[in-house]
Structure formats: C-alpha cells, structure tokens
C-alpha cells in the first residue's frame, strides 16, 4: 500500500520549508526504514525505495510550487521511465537522507535525479527519471510549467550522462518484442 500518512508528514513538512526558487535547487528529506519496507534480507525493499521516492518528489514539487500549478492548471504528472543504481544496503530502523532535483527537461519530459545517502555519507541508492506533465491525457511541453512558475521555459544544458540515457532509451524496442523474449537465441 503506498504511504499516505508519510506522504501527507512529507508534504507538511515542505510547506513549512523555503521555497525553492531555481531549477536545480535540491529537496533534501529525512527517513527511517520502518520493518514494513524491509525484504526477506533486512533491508530496504527495491520496490519501497521507488515509493519513497515518489515521497521525495512530490515534496520537492510542492516547495518549488508545482503541486500548485498542477491543481490550478488540471494537469497530473506521470512517470514515464526510471534508471536506478543500488550500492549500499538501508537496514531496518536506519536513518537516511533523501536528496531530489530537478535536473532539465526537453520537449516531452522532464528529467529529475535523486539520491539516498546514509548516515555516514555514503550514496545508497540513485534513480534517473523521466516524467511527464499531462493535460487531458496528453503529454505536454514541461517549458510550460516553468512558464506557469514564473521561471524562463528555456531548460538548463542536459548533462552528458542524461542525454546518453536519452539516446538509450531512444533505441529501446517498444512495445517489447515478445517472441524474442519468450524465445531468446
């Protein structure tokens, strides 16, 4: 079941916070590994961690003004690819920190890292994602959401190791070829 009662605590906790003014600005967050988003091993679920960083964006949208935005213009935001590294292990009961930003956008989607850091400043997890802004279904230009905030709807410069993802994902089959994977060579 997703975290309603963390995302509400999260999303209290960001109205409470600075807004965050420019693009790139990072949403720092704070959690436990609570016993039900532990694995059969001790540890932070794979699964859990994407849900906790849906927590760390939705926070970060509501301090740079976004969530705002989506309710004023009728627009929803959805996910429409991820690129995860796992490093280090969460166990039970272990404190984290959550760092989320916005990185640029082209004009389908919008690019935003984030990251899990332990308490000893070591990187635990790392995720990419692609996200769209939707209007009616379709997907929407993003530069119209920095339009709506206020902001210049040119994005910042796409890091080389994004638009390498990009041109990844751009070869990528879809739909999937099934008989390829159901019979592999």
């Not at 939705?58 to 690129?83: C, D, I, P």
Request: charged letters at 20%; hydrophobic letters at 45%.
């Amino acid at each position: 079941m997703f975290p309603f009662v963390r995302l509400i605590k999260d999303m209290l906790i960001a109205r409470r916070l600075p807004p965050l003014e420019h693009f790139g600005d990072v949403h720092t967050s704070h959690h436990i590994c609570w016993p039900w988003d532990i694995d059969m091993f001790g540890e932070l679920n794979n699964g859990r961690t994407l849900t906790l960083y849906d927590l760390g964006r939705l926070a970060m949208a509501q301090r740079g003004g976004l969530v705002a935005v989506l309710f004023k213009q009728k627009w929803a935001l959805t996910m429409a690819g991820a690129s995860v590294r796992y490093r280090r292990r969460i166990t039970m009961f272990e404190r984290f920190t959550m760092k989320s930003r916005l990185v640029c956008w082209d004009d389908r989607f919008m690019y935003l890292e984030q990251s899990m850091w332990k308490t000893n400043g070591e990187c635990a997890s790392h995720v990419l994602y692609r996200s769209a802004l939707l209007e009616n279904g379709r997907a929407i230009n993003p530069a119209r959401a920095a339009e709506a905030l206020g902001h210049s709807p040119v994005s910042p410069p796409v890091p080389g190791w994004i638009a390498a993802w990009i041109d990844a994902e751009a070869t990528r089959p879809w739909p999937p070829m099934q008989d390829e994977i159901a019979h592999p060579a």
